[in-house]
């Protein structure tokens, strides 16, 4: 797990971001929904571009879906041949990073955000995610803020991970436990 950061608010009802956050959120969702959400899966590098023009970190040619959902693009980074599938939501109002070859299914969720409970404020605390290289996250999974998920981990469908996957494990469950070893690839000599 990460250090949380804690932003400054009055009341609950306050937003953590400035003016100027708020209105490229808002420019950003518009951008999406009219440029992108309607585009088939080819035009993939259309909605990278979108994304770049937006601070996306984009390394290699990682595929997002039309359909994925990406909170604050400048947030999200993507390596070379990551994938985040349809539906998925990289709620990203701290960094999330997806390392080359990591697979994000449809409609996993990875939540960057919480609030600090012990205060009446409800502040905004946000921690980064790390998806690891050749990682697969499973349909509806959820990745709570600071969790690593390690190298050619495997994180099982419905599944709700609050902590760090070490590299090569398959968990799965509501908490993730770990299951097994994913097993190493047999090469021939």
């Known amino acids: 797990m990460k250090d949380f950061k804690t932003y400054s608010q009055d009341t609950p009802y306050d937003s953590p971001w400035t003016k100027r956050e708020q209105i490229l959120m ?3 969702e ?6 992108c959400a309607w585009t088939p899966k080819p035009c993939n590098k ?18 997002v879906h ?7 693009p400048w947030n999200l980074i993507l390596h070379d041949h990551a994938c985040l599938g349809d539906r998925a ?19 996993a ?50 599944s709700l991970v609050t902590k760090d996957v070490e590299d090569g494990l398959i968990v799965a469950g509501n908490p993730a436990k770990t299951i097994r070893r994913r097993p190493q690839e047999q090469t021939d000599s």
């Open 30 to 35: 518009w951008v999406w929904m009219l440029a």
């Open 66 to 72: 039309q359909r994925a959902r990406i909170q604050i």
């Open 109 to 158: 969720y990875l939540c960057t955000g919480t609030h600090d409970f012990s205060l009446t404020s409800l502040p905004l605390q946000t921690a980064p995610i790390s998806i690891g290289a050749k990682a697969f996250i499973g349909v509806r999974a959820l990745i709570l803020p600071g969790v690593t998920i390690g190298r050619e981990a495997i994180v099982g469908a419905g």
């Open 89 to 107: 939501t990289a709620y990203s109002l701290g960094v999330i990073e997806i390392h080359e070859g990591a697979t994000v299914a449809q409609e």
């Open 46 to 63: 259309w909605r990278i571009m979108i994304l770049r023009l937006f601070g996306a970190r984009i390394e290699g040619r990682p595929f």
């Open 26 to 28: 808002l420019v950003w």
